[in-house]
């Protein structure tokens, strides 16, 4: 039985479960999902963002003395990747004193854009990496020029052959009126998506 609504939950006991959970059969075989796509949030509070970070690590190795593979993609470490490869950091550098933070907004979402540069690059990471789950991080850090409902929602062709868990500085709501909604750092609340899972409902 799943949930998809937010919450917070104590970092020892959030560390149990996603453990727990990530390393169970029933997540990795993709196991009660309905046929959705086999995305998760992880929502935590945004204040606890380094502890999450140590966390993952933790997080990772325990998995890895279980024969759970987790594969971590860092939205923030690849961007500034994408931007080196397409040389065009140093542009970049030098454009944001001279350029309004709309303009320098503007100019990220254009040369990261998840459709076109992203998710693409996510593939590319992706193709030959032997993993049995994939951790996306980094949402805060790359806000506000990448949206996590635009990775998400253009990364459903991409990324759903194994279960997906997005690490999320916020909580994932739902509301009859409103629909299901990722409000990062607990104040932003205009990045609708509707079919990832809450990982902290899920339930072994």
Same mark, same amino acid.
């Given at each position: 039985?799943?949930?998809?609504?937010?919450? *917070?939950?104590?970092?020892?006991?959030?560390?149990?479960?996603? &453990?727990?959970?990530?390393?169970?059969?029933?997540?990795?075989?993709?196991? #009660?999902?309905? !046929?959705?796509?086999?995305?998760? $949030?992880?929502?935590?509070? *945004?204040?606890?963002?380094?502890?999450?970070?140590?966390? %993952?690590?933790?997080?990772? !190795?325990?998995?890895?003395?279980?024969? =759970?593979?987790?594969?971590? $993609? !860092?939205?923030?470490?690849?961007? =500034?990747? +994408?931007?080196?490869? %397409?040389?065009?950091?140093?542009?970049? &550098?030098?454009?944001?004193?001279? $350029?309004?933070?709309?303009?320098?907004?503007? &100019?990220?979402?254009? =040369?990261?854009?998840?459709?076109?540069? +992203?998710?693409?690059?996510?593939?590319?990471?992706?193709?030959?990496?032997?993993?049995?789950?994939?951790?996306?991080?980094?949402? #805060?850090?790359?806000?506000?020029?990448?949206?996590?409902? /635009?990775?998400?929602? !253009?990364?459903?062709?991409?990324?759903?052959?194994?279960?997906?868990?997005?690490?999320?500085?916020?909580?994932?709501?739902?509301?009859?009126?409103?629909?299901?909604?990722?409000?990062?750092?607990?104040?932003?609340?205009?990045?609708?998506?509707?079919?990832?899972? /809450? $990982?902290?409902?899920?339930?072994?």
């Amino acid at each position: 039985m799943m949930s998809r609504t937010g919450g *917070a939950m104590p970092p020892k006991e959030r560390f149990d479960h996603l &453990l727990k959970v990530v390393a169970s059969k029933r997540f990795l075989k993709k196991q #009660g999902l309905g !046929n959705e796509v086999p995305f998760f $949030i992880c929502p935590y509070p *945004a204040d606890e963002a380094v502890a999450m970070d140590a966390m %993952r690590g933790s997080l990772i !190795n325990q998995l890895k003395t279980r024969g =759970v593979r987790a594969f971590e $993609i !860092n939205l923030y470490d690849l961007s =500034v990747a +994408l931007l080196h490869d %397409r040389g065009i950091w140093d542009e970049v &550098l030098a454009a944001e004193p001279e $350029i309004s933070k709309a303009e320098l907004k503007e &100019l990220l979402q254009g =040369v990261l854009d998840p459709e076109t540069h +992203l998710v693409p690059e996510i593939g590319a990471c992706l193709s030959g990496q032997e993993f049995d789950v994939l951790f996306l991080s980094g949402v #805060g850090e790359v806000f506000p020029y990448i949206r996590s409902h /635009n990775v998400l929602n !253009n990364l459903q062709s991409t990324a759903k052959e194994k279960p997906t868990v997005m690490f999320f500085p916020g909580t994932y709501t739902h509301g009859l009126a409103t629909g299901a909604s990722l409000d990062l750092f607990g104040t932003l609340h205009d990045d609708k998506y509707y079919r990832a899972f /809450n $990982i902290m409902h899920y339930e072994i």
